[in-house]
């Protein structure tokens, strides 16, 4: 029933980029950074491509683990 938009509610919560970017830009002493803001930083400033890559994989490992243990909550509610 309602476990759809938690799920899909949290995953995109972990994606923020633009809005953060867009606002502040990291913020003061890099206070708002996102794991995807740190990503691209590592990719495109730094030139760093395999760092970049191990950190992507990282987060989505992160992301896999917490939607199913969503999904596992949802389903010992209902």
């Keep these: 029933m309602s476990e759809r938009p938690v799920i899909t509610s949290t995953i995109g919560s972990f994606g923020l980029f633009a809005e953060v970017t867009t606002l502040t830009g990291g913020g003061p002493a ?3 950074i996102t794991p995807l803001i740190r990503i691209f930083g ?3 400033s730094n030139y760093n491509y395999g760092l970049a890559s191990a ?3 990282t987060f989505f490992i992160l992301i896999f683990v917490v939607a199913i243990f969503q999904f596992r909550m ?5």
Excluded: G, L
């Excluded at 949802?74 to 209902?78: I, Y």
């Design 74 to 78: 949802n389903r010992e509610e209902s």
């Design 55 to 57: 950190e992507a994989y």
């Design 42 to 44: 590592t990719a495109f």
């Design 30 to 32: 890099n206070a708002t």
